[in-house]
C-alpha cells in the first residue's frame, strides 16, 4: 500500500514538472543576437535574398565544362556576357564590360581535341577531352605520340629517374603535371607525361585536377628542347596502370592532342548602384569570373560570382521598389580574372581605386558545408591595414551562424531567423573568424601600394578544389542564399551609416576590441609559459610587443570609423573618448604581465631584466624606408626580380606572408624596428636582421630607399 501511494505522489509529481517546464519553454524568451540593422530590414532581405536564383545562375554558368569556341577568345568571355546581361535583366543601369591585355601572359591556350589510349596489352580508350575537359594539362603542345609507359613515383626530382630509362617513353606520375614534365621531357627526353595529380584523391580516386605545364627557358630552346603534353587521369587509374607495371606488364600508350592559341585579353564586368549623399566613397565587391580560362570551377569561383550578383539584384530591387532608401555611399561590383585583371584594372582606375574605403572578396562561398566537411571563413585584414570592416563582417557572419542553429536555450524553437532555400540544405551554419590569408583577389586591394582595407570570405575545405568534379550538384542554395544576405546587409550597414548608425559601430568595434585584447594578452602569457629559463628575458619582451601591438591595432580600426562622422563634432569627441578610455587599459594589462614575468622567472629559477634597447634597435630605429615610384600600386615582381637576377644578395628568412606585411608596412614614417615589431606580433618573432637584410633587397630591387633620420 505505501509503495502504491508513494509510485502516486512521484506521478504526480512528474506531471507537475512536465506542465510547467512545458509551460516555461512555450513562455521563454528566445535567446538571439541584435542585429546591426533594424530587424524589419534584416526580415525585408532574408525574405528577399534568394539561394536558388545564384544557383540556377551558377548551373547556367557551369554546369558543364564548356569547350570555348575561337569566337570567344577573339570576341566576349561567355562568363561575361552572362553576368552582364543579368545586370541589365536586373535594372542596373551603370553595369559594362571593360577588355584588358593580357597582363603576365601574352597567349590563352586551348585544347581543341585530347585522347589517351592504351594499345597494349589492350586496346582501351583511358581518357578524352570530351568527357573529362581536365585530362589535357593547359600548356600542352600538339602531339601524337606512342610509347611504352614508365612509372617514376612523384616524378618531380632527379632520385626519382636514377636507374631508369625514361627517353623515347611516357612517364607516368603521381606528382604535378609541371614539376613532372620539366623533369621527364625537358630533362630527360620522354615523350610526355601521364600524371594523377588532384587536391583530395583520397576523399574521390576518381578526380581528375586541373594542371598546368610550364614553357622552356631559352637556353633550353637552343638545346632544341620543346614542351610536349601532360595528360591528367583519375587516382583510381593511376593505380591501375601502376598495379599492371608491377605484375610486368608492358604497357604502350598513344596520345594526341591538338591545342591553339590566341591573342590573349580578359573580360572585367562592372556594375556600380551610385550613392546619393557621398557617391566618391565606395564599397567595393570583388569575385573571380576566372581562373585562368581552361578551367570553369563551379565553387571556384562561380559561386562567388553569382553570389555578389545576387547582393547586387537585391538591393537594387528594393531600391527600387521604395523598400530602402537610396544608400549614402556608393557599391561598386568587380568580376575579374583572378589577381592578373584585378591588378590591370586598378591600374588603369587610379581614380576609381582611391574611392574604395572597403573591399569584400568572394572566393569560394557556395559549397555545401556538410558536403565537403567544410564551414565558412571570414579572413580579417592583416595588422597593416585595420578596419571597421573586420567587425561588420563578423557581426553579421555571426548572426546568421548564432540564429541558424539549434540552441538548447530556445527550445523547441530550432532557428530563431531561419535563412534557408527551398531547394537547399537544412544544416546549420558553421563559421570561423579568422586571421588574415591570402591567395586570391582581396590580397591586391591590401598590397601597401593601393592600401584598400580588404577582407576574403570562403568556405573550405572544398573536397573537389580544382578538379573536373568541381560542378553545381556540390553547391548549396541555401548556403548561397546565406552569404548573399551577409554581403547584402554588410553592404547596406557600412553605405547608408548615419550618426545613430557610428554610434552603434563605435560599441560593436569597441567591444570586440576587448575580446581580441583578451585573447592576445593569454598569448603572451602562453608566451612566457613555454619559454626555457634561458629564454624567458626574450620571451617578455616578446610578449610586450604582442600586448602593445594588438592595442594599436584596436585604434586604428577605431580610428577608421571617422570616415562615417561628418561634421559631428560631439561624436568625433565621444569617439576619441572611446579610444582614451581603451588605450589606458594597456597599462594595467602591461603591469599584470610584468607580475606574471616575476612568477615565472622565480619559479624557473632566473633573475628577471628590465626591458633594454640593443644596439642594433637604437641604430634601426632612425632607418626610414621610403617607396619609390616602382612601389606604386600592386607590388611588381616581374620588374622586382629583374634587377636581382645575378646579384649576391644579404640573406634573410621570412614567409612569403611576412615579406608582404613588411612591404606593407613601408609608409615613410615607420622605422625599421616599427615594422620588424608590428610583424613579429601578427606573426612569429623575427630577427630584427631579417627584416632589414629584406628591406635592402627591396633597396637593390629599385622598389625603396632608405633614409636615416637623426
Known sequence: MKSSRRYVKLLAIAILLFFFTHQG????????????LPEELIDLLINEVSGDIPFQNEILLSGVNRNRTAEEYEGTFYEADFILKKLKEYGIE?????????????????????????????????????????????GSRTSDAIGELVYVGPGDHMKYYL????????VLATGSASGVHSMAVMQMGALGVVTSSSSHPEFDPDQVGWNGIRGFMPAEAEEGKQPSFAFIISARMNDMLRRMLEQGETIVLHARCQTATYPAHMDVVTALIPGKDFPDEELLFTAHLFEGIAKQGANDNISGSVAILEAARVINKLIKEGKIPPPRRSIRFLWIE?????????????????????????????????LNHSSFHLHRTPYSR?????????????????????????????????????????????????RYYGASDHMVFLDGGIGVPAVMIIAWPDMWYHTHQDRP??????????????????????????????????????????????????????????????????????????????????????????????GSKEMASYLDKVIGSLTSKERFDLADLEAHYAMQAQQKGVETKKVTVTADEQRLAKVVPVRTDEMRGFFNFFTFGARLWG????????????????????????????????????????????????????????????????
Not at 553595369?95 to 597494349?120: C, N, Q, Y
Not at 548549396?476 to 559601430?505: C, N, W, Y
Not at 626555457?532 to 594599436?552: F, G, S, T
Request: glycine share 4%.
Open 25 to 36: 519553454l512555450a513562455q521563454r524568451r528566445l535567446v538571439k543576437p541584435n542585429p546591426l
Open 94 to 138: 551603370e553595369a559594362s564590360i571593360e577588355k584588358f591585355p593580357g597582363l603576365f601572359r601574352t597567349e590563352h591556350w586551348d585544347a581543341e581535341s585530347a585522347e589517351l589510349w592504351m594499345v597494349k596489352p589492350e586496346h582501351r580508350k583511358l581518357t578524352c577531352l570530351e568527357e573529362i575537359p581536365a585530362c589535357l594539362a593547359t
Open 163 to 170: 636507374g631508369k630509362d625514361v627517353k623515347g617513353k611516357i
Open 338 to 370: 583572378e589577381i592578373e585583371a584585378t591588378i590591370a584594372y586598378i591600374h588603369q582606375h587610379m581614380d576609381i581605386a582611391e574611392r574604395w574605403f572597403a573591399c569584400i572578396n568572394e572566393d569560394m562561398v557556395g559549397e555545401s558545408l556538410r
Open 386 to 434: 585595420p578596419s571597421f570592416l573586420n567587425d561588420v563582417m563578423e557581426h553579421f557572419i555571426e548572426f546568421v551562424g548564432e540564429t541558424n542553429r539549434h540552441m538548447i536555450a530556445n527550445r523547441p524553437v530550432g532557428f530563431t531567423k531561419p535563412i534557408i532555400s527551398p531547394n537547399g540544405t537544412r544544416d546549420p551554419f558553421y563559421y570561423n573568424i579568422e
Open 473 to 566: 550538384d556540390k553547391s548549396d542554395p541555401t548556403q548561397l542564399k546565406r552569404a548573399s544576405f551577409i554581403s547584402a546587409a554588410a553592404a547596406l550597414f557600412m553605405t547608408t551609416a548615419a550618426e545613430r548608425q557610428v554610434l552603434d559601430l563605435i560599441s560593436e568595434c569597441s567591444s570586440r576590441a576587448l575580446r581580441r585584447i583578451a585573447s592576445d594578452r593569454k598569448r603572451a602569457l602562453e608566451t612566457l609559459r613555454y619559454a626555457q629559463p634561458d629564454e624567458l628575458y626574450q620571451a617578455y619582451k616578446e610578449a610586450r610587443n604582442i600586448v602593445h601591438q594588438r592595442y594599436l591595432q584596436e585604434v586604428g580600426a577605431l580610428e577608421s570609423i571617422m570616415l562615417f562622422i561628418k
Open 647 to 710: 646579384k649576391e644578395l644579404p640573406p634573410y628568412r621570412l614567409s612569403s606572408d611576412e615579406q608582404f606585411e613588411v612591404r606593407n608596412l613601408i609608409n615613410s614614417k615607420r622605422n625599421i624596428v616599427d615594422i620588424r615589431n608590428i610583424v613579429s606580433a601578427e606573426y612569429r618573432p623575427l630577427a630584427l636582421t631579417d627584416v632589414e637584410n629584406y628591406i635592402k633587397v627591396l633597396e637593390i630591387g629599385g622598389m625603396v630607399t632608405i633614409e636615416k633620420k637623426k
